[in-house]
């Protein structure tokens, strides 16, 4: 396998991030991102992976980032998510379960099943998908794409991490995985699918770039919203949130290059942080942050650097 495609987690800002990205990987160097025979997608990287799957172009993805909101809004699935709860009382039980939730997915080992009975009690998640929105299966198709898509989430009873696709004959359908790989713990209802109650992949590693290398690709390009341009400035209170998955992304690069893989990873700049923000469910600046990410990819890619990794991968060098 020579060439495989990662895309982390982060949210509606790292949506915008990757189509910019990825609008100006295939622009400049004419990579079609989902030639990649691997896509590895993660929260964020989820959607945008999936859509990348069932036909839709860089230019796309890049249009609809930059578009008039209520155009992102009907992409994105806004009117899918419905509030959980509807009285004072429900919302404490979900508070409560949503702790829960939130906890269980940050420990990393097996602990017993909780009974039912307390799970109907005390519902992990703020919001829900409503599942009879007539637009979910326009949006995300049941059936997975011939070519290989990986979707990550964490079941939060054994702590480990799941791999959606990888099986020749998933379980979970598109949707569903998709779904489970965005369900921020504590915010979005946990996933049920086989008897595993799934969370946000984002929690074992916003890029899970370690299975791209474990699967024998060459050639990665990673595109990691959540991390931040190591070789610039940038001011501290910017980088809060971005610190851990910075140095988990670097112990992954380590990894796959110790297996032979040659990895171009775009990451904010100093100047892009700022048009980010703190919160990445926001729905606001997309398009800018869209835009800032192309202009900061084209520059990487003017890169000695840059130039002669892609220039491996185009002139098959690395096969």
């Known amino acids: 396998m020579t060439f495989g495609l990662v895309l982390g987690a982060g949210g509606l800002v790292g949506i915008a991030y990757h189509a910019g990205v990825l609008a100006a990987l295939e622009d400049v160097t004419g990579i079609v991102p989902n030639d990649a025979e691997l896509i590895v997608g993660t929260s964020a990287g989820s959607v945008v992976g999936a859509h990348l799957r069932m036909g839709r172009s860089t230019d796309e993805l890049y249009d609809l980032a930059r578009a008039h909101p209520d155009v992102q809004a009907v992409e994105r699935g806004d009117d899918m998510f ?24 940050l420990v990393r080992f097996p602990m017993p099943r909780i009974p039912a009975e307390l799970r109907s009690m005390f519902p992990g998640g703020f919001y829900a998908v409503d599942g009879d929105d007539p637009m979910l299966a326009e949006r995300l198709p049941a059936r997975w794409p011939e ?15 799941v791999v959606m696709g990888r099986a020749a004959d998933p379980q979970e ?10 369900a921020v713990p504590g915010w979005y209802q946990p996933v049920r699918v086989g008897g ?7 929690v074992h590693s916003t890029t899970n770039l370690d299975l791209a290398a474990k699967a024998g690709c060459r050639f990665i390009i990673g595109s ?5 341009d190591p070789s610039a400035n940038h001011k501290p209170v910017r980088l809060i949130g971005r ?3 910075n140095r988990s992304v670097e112990a992954e690069i380590v990894a796959a290059r110790g297996q032979g893989a040659q990895v171009l990873l775009f990451r904010p700049t100093a100047a892009e942080l700022p048009i980010h923000g703190p919160n990445g469910m926001r729905s606001s600046d997309l398009d800018r942050v869209a835009e800032a990410a192309f202009e900061a990819t084209t520059g ?15 002139s098959g060098s690395l096969v």
Do not use: H
Request: hydrophobic share 45%.
């Open 196 to 202: 595993r109650t799934l969370v946000d992949g984002g």
């Open 243 to 245: 610190r851990f998955p």
């Open 82 to 105: 419905q509030r959980a709860w509807r009285t004072p009382v429900g919302l404490v039980r979900r508070g409560i379960g949503s702790a829960f939730v939130v906890g269980r997915s």
């Open 173 to 182: 359908t598109l949707q569903q995985a998709v779904l489970a790989s965005c």
């Open 300 to 314: 990487r890619l003017a890169t000695t650097r840059a130039k002669e990794l892609v220039d491996q991968l185009v």
């Open 224 to 228: 990691v919203p959540m991390g931040f």
């Open 147 to 161: 070519e290989a898509l990986w979707l990550n989430a964490v079941d939060i009873r054994t702590g480990r991490r």
